[in-house]
């Protein structure tokens, strides 16, 4: 039912979902779908949560605070390899995130956690065993310049992918480039903050 320029689509405990509304009598919505997503504090979930204990006082305390956030992989369909769903479905399965931790070094298994969805316990892909597809020679990861991490995880996925002949080419971007998004790429490296600020 829709009693405005949107209709609802999904409405439940958890999401909001509307599609723009083309029997409107007025002007149409610019936006085609919108998602509200209601989540349960990270308090209600069990062992959701991470309580770090000390002197919390100091500047220095305050800095070192753990960050809230992961790093992810974007297929770029504008790319005949990001597109390709055999492809795609092969390279989720050899990106796994614990795969990644456990080619990772001993800092990183000791400081990453792998992270399956936005939430503890939500696996958003279904990630399982497959063939690599034929033909597959060269995979372009593109990634933002100055962030230290997205080098090392780049390295990792570049000897995950040599292990199968596949040739991992590497992109690192200026900020200006990155933002605009003009670069072809079939898979994109990025990460993503929750952290309130200091």
Not at 19 to 38: C, Q, S
């Amino acid at each position: 039912p829709s009693t405005g320029p949107y209709a609802v689509v999904r409405n439940n405990q958890n999401q909001l979902k509307i599609h723009a509304f083309e029997d409107y009598f007025g002007y149409r919505a610019l936006i085609d779908e919108v998602n509200v997503w209601v989540l349960p504090e990270i308090s209600e979930e069990p062992n959701g949560g991470l309580t770090l204990q000390g002197n919390t006082e100091s500047e220095k305390a305050v800095e070192s605070r753990l960050e809230e956030g992961c790093y992810y992989l974007l297929f770029d369909s504008r790319s005949p390899l990001g597109a390709n769903d055999a492809v795609r479905r092969w390279l989720s399965y050899l990106f796994q995130p614990a795969n990644l931790l456990y080619h990772a070094g001993e800092h990183y298994q000791g400081n990453w956690f792998p992270a399956y969805g936005l939430l503890p316990r939500w696996h958003h892909a279904s990630n399982h065993a497959c063939e690599k597809p034929a033909g597959l020679e060269t995979v372009t990861l593109t990634y933002y310049r100055d962030h230290v991490e997205h080098r090392v995880i780049g390295g990792i996925m570049r000897d995950l992918l040599a292990a199968h002949q596949v040739k991992l080419e590497i992109q690192e971007l200026e900020y200006d480039a990155w933002h605009r998004g003009e670069v072809v790429s079939d898979i994109w490296l990025n990460s993503v903050n929750f952290t309130l600020p200091i």
